[in-house]
């Protein structure tokens, strides 16, 4: 069985940053993609960035050039660097790894941590 805890989140004002983190627990052999989405009220869930095990990063375009996603692999737990966040950034943020235990692979999801930005 796999665990995600994420934390980090809260309230911050427009121009400030936060950074979340997400650490995964359990039957553990090897971590693929870690990613980090969010679901804004009244809206779908939307990719925010993600970290292959190898290879580039990948962001949403209304993130570029504010956030940085980065992984530690030993300690699987991924990092999500939010700066200059704007109100549109207010939502709860999932962290999601692609996790391959020793019996089975997992599309693993964090329960959410809310980031809310004030103008």
């Known amino acids: 069985q796999v665990q995600l805890v994420e934390s980090g989140g809260g309230l911050v004002q427009a121009g400030g940053s936060l950074r979340l983190s997400c650490a995964a627990s359990g039957s553990i052999f090897i971590i693929y993609n870690m990613g980090w989405y969010r679901q804004a009220p009244g809206k779908q869930r939307e990719l925010v960035a993600v970290i292959p095990s190898g290879g580039s990063t990948k962001y949403a375009d209304s993130v570029k050039g504010r956030f940085t996603i980065s992984r530690d692999n030993a300690n699987n737990t991924v990092y999500l660097q939010m700066n200059s966040l704007k109100p549109d950034d207010t939502a709860v943020y999932y962290c999601?790894?692609?996790?391959?235990?020793?019996?089975?692979?997992?599309?693993?999801w964090g329960r959410g941590t809310q980031v809310t930005v004030s103008s």
């Open positions: 999601n790894m692609n996790i391959r235990t020793r019996n089975s692979g997992v599309d693993a």
